[in-house]
Each structure stands twice: as C-alpha cells, then as structure tokens.
C-alpha cells in the first residue's frame, strides 16, 4: 500500500515561485507513474505532470509548460513540482498521485489509484 504526503504549498505573489515536495512511502516501482493534479474551487481536478518513476516518460499540461518542472529522488522516494513564474489561476489544491499500472502517463485522474492529501498553493494577483 502506497501513501503520499505533500508539503510545500502556501501562499507567494504572482511571478513568485513555490517548490512542492511529495514523499511516497511503501513499495514503489521504476514503473510507476507519479503525478501532480491540482483543483480549483468549483472546477474538476486537473493533470499537471507526471513522470515515470524511472524517469524515462515525462508530460506537462498545455498550461504549466516551461513554468513547472517534474523531478524526482528516487533514494528518497520523493518527487517534487518546482513552480515558477506563478499565475493567479495557479491557485489550487495541489495532490500528488500515484498509478501503478506499468502503462503510459494518463492525463486522467481515475488512473491514478494513490493519492495524498493535498496542499493549497495561492498565488496573489
């Protein structure tokens, strides 16, 4: 059984930057994709990124690309989301996800079977 925990979240002004950090506990695989979705009030959970464990696939949303950056340390079981250049629609509830089915990165949430308990990230306009 995998658990996730995020930290890392709070609130920055707009073009600030904030890191994300998620510490994944129990059996992992270098084929596991680990992921980042974030929510915003009233809307659908949304991908962000993702990237497999054994750092051979990586997938940015339209929206985050060439802001956000995907990383991992694998000795520590970790993997982080650096967030650059902030918008105000970057506010969310940011969850780390895990999916352990060896396939490709899945953009949808119902693929990913793990997930943590969320941080707020607010961006100030």
């Known amino acids: 059984q995998k658990q996730l925990v995020e930290s890392g979240g709070g609130l920055v002004q707009a073009g600030g930057s904030l890191r994300l950090s998620c510490t994944a506990s129990?059996?992992?695989?270098?084929?596991?994709?680990m992921g980042w979705f974030r929510q915003a009030p009233g809307k659908e959970r949304e991908f962000v990124a993702a990237?497999?464990?054994?750092?051979?696939?990586?997938r940015y949303a339209d929206s985050v690309k060439g802001r956000f950056t995907i990383s991992k340390d694998n000795a520590k079981n970790m993997v982080y989301l650096q967030m650059n250049s902030l918008k105000a629609e970057d506010t969310a509830v940011y969850y780390c996800?895990?999916?352990?089915?060896?396939?490709?990165?899945?953009?949808?949430?119902?693929?990913?079977?793990?997930w943590g308990q969320g941080t707020q990230v607010t961006v100030s306009s």
């Open positions: 129990g059996y992992t695989s270098s084929r596991d994709i």
């Open positions: 990237t497999r464990y054994s750092f051979s696939l990586i």
């Open positions: 996800a895990a999916d352990s089915s060896g396939g490709t990165i899945s953009t949808v949430s119902h693929s990913y079977s793990y």
